[in-house]
């Protein structure tokens, strides 16, 4: 079955909000602190550069706040008041 545009499925990233950011970043340095010597060095790098992905976007979150030039989330197509140019609207057959 295909995905709809738009689903959760659609293997978009999820958009997390600053302060959702700033936990998960927490969250990844306690882990990162309470790993054990033996830890894998793979996933041990992965936090550490995830760590510092988020760093960095938590950096220039407030660049963008100041600017007005940050992602903005636009409506839904489909969804909203329909404009007077376009075409009547039929009725729903059940």
């Known amino acids: 079955m295909r995905a709809f545009h738009g689903q959760m499925s659609d293997n978009q990233p999820i958009r ?10 927490r969250d990844l340095r306690e882990t990162l602190a309470t790993m054990k010597s033996h830890t894998a060095p793979t996933l041990r ?7 510092r992905q988020l760093e960095a976007e938590l950096a220039a979150a407030p660049v963008l706040k100041e600017s007005g030039t ?10 909203g008041p329909r404009t007077a140019g376009g075409p009547p609207r039929r009725p729903r057959s059940i």
Not at 16 to 25: F, V
Not at 45 to 51: A, F, G, L, N, T
Not at 70 to 79: A, D, I, L, T
């Open 70 to 79: 940050g992602p903005r989330n636009p409506r839904p197509e489909g969804r």
């Open 45 to 51: 790098e992965s936090v550490q550069k995830r760590i």
């Open 16 to 25: 997390r909000t600053h302060a959702e950011k700033q936990k998960q970043l």
